[in-house]
């Protein structure tokens, strides 16, 4: 062992020794033993440690506490330390994903550091009906940066894949293009690298940092709404990128414009370029998704039966991350069971009990709502979707708008996709109707709580 690492060993295991001093920590000697005490303290650099742990779960469980970590290693070194905590593979493929910008005195070549996950490509992002659009869009603006589409703005709900694709996007302009820069950052990130920049009176250097970039990809874009500064700071960056034909690419929860607190102008900018939404994956994408998973934790090692994965595809493909949590559960239950080498449907069941609710057999949706509304007011689905405007047709029309927003949360542009085309504020301007309605009119307000009864009953 090298002198550096025996003094990082001996740092870490004295750092142990501090955190068991303290009192009310909230961490006993168990977890301490179990997850910290393994652990390595591999670099310590401009106030900044280094630790990597050997997985996910240890990872997550330190990261909790941080903050104690950092307290006893201030108290041993006497200066201000911050901690990352990595696993080995991030380590291996020196995937630190450290705050994007904290310092006056950081240099260029280290805030273009790339902190992009490796093992988020194109080549294992599976592609199914409900994602297709957005993968194909976001290829396209990987294959020829600024060309196509910028912004590129992908909408949807948590846990579908859209973080992915970001991350597909900046690994493919790495290697097909390496001259080019490309930062990675999230909304929340970029708000408290604008605070940071301003505190540091550096807040010219940040932007002019951003103007030289070729791509810029921003997660979760929604959580710079609100704030005021940040909203100043990136619209004159998006305006330096898009005039000079650099490539955008946003991702949010909702569309452009259903973000409360986000500036119309930045609003319009967003909706100047490509909006392609992600869903739910269907049935075959959700078994796709599943085999992949199992492949790259246990590959052969472990059989699993074709009814298993049936049955995680159809109870838990509401997203990635709940298809990701039920493959973790499934795995971690079945290792202390007297087969662990073979999962079948009937272990799967019993590990799940408690988890899975029967369902109707027809799920809620939008062609439901459509079908119930219809049969309701005597009219069929297609009038609901037509042109026609007599007043009868487009009340039930306004009402079936209203109740896919209510009961089914889905953004003002796919309702519209969903009855003829129509632009999202046609949707809105429905959805306000109906609720000033209701507000005054108890046989409406009737009609609708039999209609909302009708279709989550059936």
Request: charged fraction near 25%; aromatic fraction near 10%.
């Amino acid at each position: 062992m090298t002198t550096i690492e025996g003094y990082l060993k001996d740092l870490w295991e004295k750092a142990i020794d501090y955190i068991k001093q303290i009192e009310n920590s909230g961490i006993d000697n168990l977890i301490l033993d179990t997850y910290y005490a393994p652990a390595k303290l591999v670099s310590i650099d401009n106030g900044k440690a280094t630790i990597v742990v050997g997985s996910e779960i240890t990872k997550q469980v330190i990261k909790d506490k941080t903050n104690l970590i950092e307290l006893a290693l201030n108290y041993l070194l006497n200066e201000t330390i911050s901690c990352y905590v990595i696993t080995e593979i991030e380590y291996k493929n020196h995937s630190i994903n450290q705050p994007s910008f904290h310092h006056s005195s950081q240099t260029e070549e280290s805030f273009f550091q790339l902190k992009l996950k490796p093992d988020f490509t194109f080549e294992n992002f599976v592609v199914g009906q409900s994602n297709n659009e957005a993968r194909s869009a976001a290829l396209a603006c990987a294959y020829n940066p600024g060309k196509f589409y910028t912004p590129l703005f992908i909408y949807g709900n948590s846990g579908l894949g859209k973080t992915h694709l970001l991350h597909a996007i900046g690994n493919y302009v790495s290697k097909h293009y390496p001259d080019k820069k490309i930062y990675y950052t999230s909304g929340s990130d970029f708000v408290e690298s604008v605070v940071s920049s301003i505190q540091n009176q550096s807040i010219d250097q940040f932007k002019r940092m951003l103007y030289q970039l070729d791509v810029l990809l921003m997660d979760d874009v929604q959580f710079i709404a609100g704030k005021e500064k940040s909203h100043e700071v990136f619209f004159s960056i998006f305006n330096e990128l898009v005039n000079n034909r650099k490539q955008i690419c946003i991702t949010s929860d909702k569309h452009p414009t259903e973000i409360k607190g986000l500036e119309e102008r930045l609003i319009s900018r967003f909706s100047s370029g490509l909006s392609v939404g992600v869903d739910s994956p269907e049935f075959e994408t959700a078994v796709a998704i599943l085999r992949l998973k199992i492949n790259n934790q246990v590959g052969n090692s472990v059989q699993i039966d074709d009814d298993v994965i049936a049955y995680l595809a159809t109870h838990f493909s509401k997203d990635v991350r709940s298809l990701e949590g039920c493959i973790n559960r499934l795995l971690f239950m079945s290792i202390n069971s007297a087969n662990s080498d073979h999962i079948d449907l009937a272990s799967t069941i019993e590990i799940f009990k408690g988890q899975v609710t029967s369902s109707n057999t027809e799920e809620l949706s939008i062609n439901k709502i459509k079908k119930e509304v219809a049969d309701y007011y005597g009219l069929t689905k297609q009038q609901l979707i037509s042109k026609t405007r007599t007043s009868n047709i487009a009340n039930a029309r306004h009402i079936a708008m209203y109740l896919c927003r209510k009961l089914l949360d889905i953004p003002f542009v796919k309702i519209g996709e969903e009855f003829g085309k129509r632009d999202h504020s046609t949707v809105i301007s429905a959805c306000e109707k109906v609720e000033k309605k209701l507000k005054k009119d108890l046989l409406y307000q009737q009609a609708i709580l039999e209609l909302e009864t009708r279709i989550r009953g059936h």
